[in-house]
Every structure is written in structure tokens, then in C-alpha cells.
């Protein structure tokens, strides 16, 4: 089914529900995890409950460890304990989506997001759908072909207003404007949670704005944890240098990022965003189009709401950083972080990785499932030993330093999960496992962080 047949079925199951007339159960298709099949009616592992068959043989087939062109593949036997555990953290995913008014839940908890949009005309492509454009993405494991179509807007000359950003009503929009709204509470006075959150912002729970706020909500969060984010305002102002890699889909948002100009008073964020599309943005925009500018977005908070700041700059240097331009330089970001990284699956994190732990500079992600940063783990080691050996790092790495940043893969990452994930489990057809959209933080390097 092609996108626009895709929208056409979710809005004509919202006009049947605004009528009164039954819509069933929204169901998505379930794939087999051993023979990748699709199956209407799957098998569920009965001990972890984490993954679906087609049916008993396959079950059986994937059940051992099975010998494959160079080398094995481990067997469900091996990993079925530890993806039960995983299974455990499902009631405090449907937690973050259950302090929400909106939304059709299902019989299993989960959340169909695309159909919560839906409800408030907020699914579609193009501008007219503002911030909640959807992107066409066709998934390249190499990542060499095109990325995606995200940030079409920034090959106009101007954003979006906030109304025609945002598509909410007044009152549900997250505004940096301020307009006939009552002044924040300050010191932050909110915990780490939706709710509070919305409280302190002034929101009503109606609002589906944490849809597209998870983003700089999660940026935030990983800041808290790094130690970055001071208890309270800071007295002399301060300047923040983020290194944003990997970004696809956050191109279609940027003002939303504003956010952080308010989370971090008397700050100057400066935001240095790499990735293939901003790169193809930068090198087809024409002279006055917004990503031809050096800053694609500019905001600064009015005094009485702290008055920080936030600038976004695309790279345009190439399509991926390289990190290694940072060993000559003394001119260093103060943290490296990057949202739905997958650094197991694409290779240019691996430099990024090791540079990170060479000098001691804040590196932190966030990822779908705690199943990927546990298999994040497993890669530590290759992705430092590839760095101790490149000769850029060893020419301006000590020796003692590269001795050190094998003895710290001894210590396990710090696992979390986040607060201010997108609210809905994200969807996998082969598995159940907790899942969602920024759904779990990681400290790659705590460095020497000191806060801003």
C-alpha cells in the first residue's frame, strides 16, 4: 500500500469513529522472525513473549544455533531469558502514553500513532501539514543513495509561523512567542516527565505536542544526565557548543527546537547538525533559501523567560563528519550526542566513538529498544580498537590514553530509559519488544563534562 492509499484508510476510519460506526481493531502486520514472512495470525514465543513466528516449524527452526555462510547464527535458546527481561519495561512505555487524553489504544496497550494524528488532521505530506510533515524514506543499509526527502522546507526563504507550524490550537501549542501566556516558573520546576512538563508549560494534556517535542526533550535529558545542565541559572552567561549527528527527519522541525533556548536560561546553544540530507539541503538550496544561510534557525528567549539562545548551523563541509578534524584542533564541542543513533549499523559512528572516548568529550545517544543498546555493547570494543589504530589518533593521542580507552570498555554504558520518549510504542512486525521513538538514553562518554 502506497503512502497516500495508506492516509486515505486512516482518515476514512476516523470519519467512521467521529459517526459512531464501529472501526474495529487497528491491526499491523506481524512478520516471522525466522523465515520473514509475513503472517496475519502469529505465533508468539511462549516464554519471552518478545517474538512472532508463522507458525510451529519456524519456531522450531529458530530455536538453535544454526551454521551460516561465514560463520553462525545464534539460536532464540540463546538470547529467549534475555529478551523476556527486556519484556518487562513494556508497562512503563504504555505508562509514558497513558498520561495522555488522546489517541486509539488497543487491546494490547499499544498506541496507533499515525491514527492519534489522524484524529486532528495532523498525518500527511507537504506543507500544509507543517511540522508534521511525513518524510519519504527508503531505507539504504549503506546509507550512500539519498536519505530521505526531510527538510524540504528549508529550501524556502522563511519557517513556518507557529499556527502554521504547529496546526494546534492556541492554547496547545509549546509557543516561544509568549503571547497572553503566563510567565514560566523558574527555577525549571518540573520533573522528568510528561505531565509535569505540560504543568509547567502551561499545556493542556490534549495537546499531541510531545509528539514532535520528544526531540529536544531528549536532548535536554541527555544534557541532565552528562551533568550539563545547571541547577540554576547560571550568573555570568554561558555558551554551549552540540555536535547533533546522524539528523534525517528533525529537518523537517527545527523552530521546535527552540525549546532549549527556554530549558537552558542565560545560554547560548549553538547547534552544529551533520548528515547526508542536510548536506544535500545545503548543496541544492539556492542564495536566500534558509538552508543557504550560515544559522538555518535563530531563536532567543524574551528576558522574563531566561533569555537563552539557540542557533542551528547544517555542515557543509561533506555528507559525514569526520571526527578526526578535531585532533589538531583545540576548538572542541562541548558534547557530541546523536538521537536514534544505530551506531552498530552505520560505520560512521565508529571514528566518532572512539574520538569521543580519545578526548574526553561527552558523547551520549538514544535508540529505539534497550535490545540495541545491548547489542550496541558488543561493538565497543571493534570501535575503539579501530580508532587506537588509525593513524591520525595515534599520532596526536598518548599512548597512556590509548592503554586507557581500552581498560574503560570494562565498564558497562549507562542504560535508561527516557522519560521523554515519544509517547506510543513504536511498532516492529517481527517482534514485541518495548519500543519507541527515543525510547532509551545512553552515556557512550561521561568525558569531562562539566556543567554549562
Known amino acids: 500500500m502506497d503512502k497516500s492509499s495508506y492516509y486515505a484508510n486512516l482518515y476514512n476510519t476516523v470519519r467512521r469513529l467521529k459517526k459512531g460506526l464501529p472501526v474495529g481493531t487497528l491491526e499491523t502486520t506481524s512478520m516471522c522472525f525466522n523465515c520473514e514472512q509475513r503472517t496475519k495470525k502469529p505465533l508468539r514465543c511462549s516464554a519471552c513473549k518478545a517474538v512472532n513466528y508463522c507458525g510451529v516449524p519456524c519456531q522450531k527452526q529458530a530455536w538453535k544455533r544454526k551454521d551460516v555462510e561465514g560463520g553462525f547464527e545464534r539460536g532464540h535458546k540463546e538470547d529467549c531469558a534475555g529478551l523476556k527481561e527486556f519484556m518487562k519495561e513494556a508497562p512503563e512505555i504504555r505508562a ?7 489517541g486509539k489504544v ?12 489522524a484524529q486532528r488532521d495532523l498525518l500527511g505530506k507537504g506543507n500544509k501539514f507543517g511540522y508534521w510533515t511525513q518524510g519519504d524514506f527508503t531505507p539504504s543499509a549503506s546509507r550512500n543513495s539519498s536519505s530521505g526527502d526531510w527538510g524540504i522546507a528549508l529550501l524556502s526563504e522563511t519557517h513556518f509561523t507557529e499556527k ?68 540554576e541559572v547560571p550568573v555570568n552567561r554561558k555558551k554551549l557548543v552540540l555536535y547533533y549527528i546522524g539528523v534525517e ?6 523552530p521546535v527546537f527552540g525549546e532549549l533556548a527556554i530549558l537552558l536560561p542565560n545560554t547560548d546553544v549553538e547547534m552544529v547538525m551533520f548528515g547526508q540530507r542536510a548536506y544535500e539541503l545545503v548543496s541544492k538550496a539556492k542564495p536566500l533559501a534558509l538552508a543557504s544561510k550560515e544559522y538555518v534557525f535563530e531563536y532567543q528567549a524574551p528576558a522574563e523567560y531566561g533569555s537563552g539562545s539557540l542557533r542551528i548551523r547544517l555542515d557543509k563541509t561533506a ?3 569526520d571526527p578526526t578534524t578535531l585532533l589538531p584542533n583545540k576548538l572542541r564541542p562541548d558534547v557530541i550526542l546523536g538521537l536514534n543513533a544505530g551506531i552498530s549499523t552505520y560505520e560512521q559512528w565508529r571514528m566518532v566513538f572512539a574520538i569521543s572516548r580519545a578526548l574526553d568529550i561527552p558523547f551520549a545517544i538514544s535508540e529505539y529498544s534497550r535490545q540495541s543498546l545491548v547489542d550496541d555493547e558488543v561493538n565497543h570494543r571493534p570501535m575503539v ?4 589504530t588509525n593513524p591520525v589518533i595515534r599520532e596526536h593521542v598518548p599512548r597512556e590514553k590509548l592503554t586507557e580507552m581500552l581498560e574503560s570498555l570494562d565498564k558497562p554504558c549507562e542504560k535508561a530509559l527516557n522519560p521523554f520518549m515519544q509517547p506510543g510504542p513504536k511498532v516492529s512486525m517481527a517482534t514485541n519488544l518495548p519500543m ?12 569531562l563534562s562539566k556543567s554549562v
Open 96 to 102: 509514558v502514553l497513558f498520561q495522555f487524553p488522546w
Open 106 to 117: 488497543e487491546s494490547d496497550g499499544s498506541l496507533f500513532i499515525d491514527f492519534a494524528l
Open 164 to 231: 502554521a507550524g504547529w496546526k494546534l490550537p492556541s492554547d496547545e501549542i509549546p509557543t516561544l512567542a509568549f503571547e497572553n501566556r503566563q510567565p514560566l516558573a523558574s527555577p525549571r520546576s518540573f520533573e522528568h516527565n510528561w505531565k509535569s512538563y505540560y504543568e509547567w508549560r502551561g499545556l493542556p494534556l490534549s495537546s499531541p505536542a510531545a509528539v514532535l517535542l520528544h526531540w529536544p526533550l531528549t536532548i535536554y535529558r541527555l544534557l541532565s544526565i552528562l551533568g550539563l545542565v545547571p541547577e
Open 249 to 254: 527527519k528533525e529537518l523537517d522541525l527545527l
Open 319 to 321: 555528507p559525514y563528519w
Open 385 to 388: 580498537l579501530i580508532g587506537i
Open 436 to 447: 519507541a521513538t527515543n525510547g532509551f538514553t545512553c552515556i557512550i562518554t561521561r568525558g
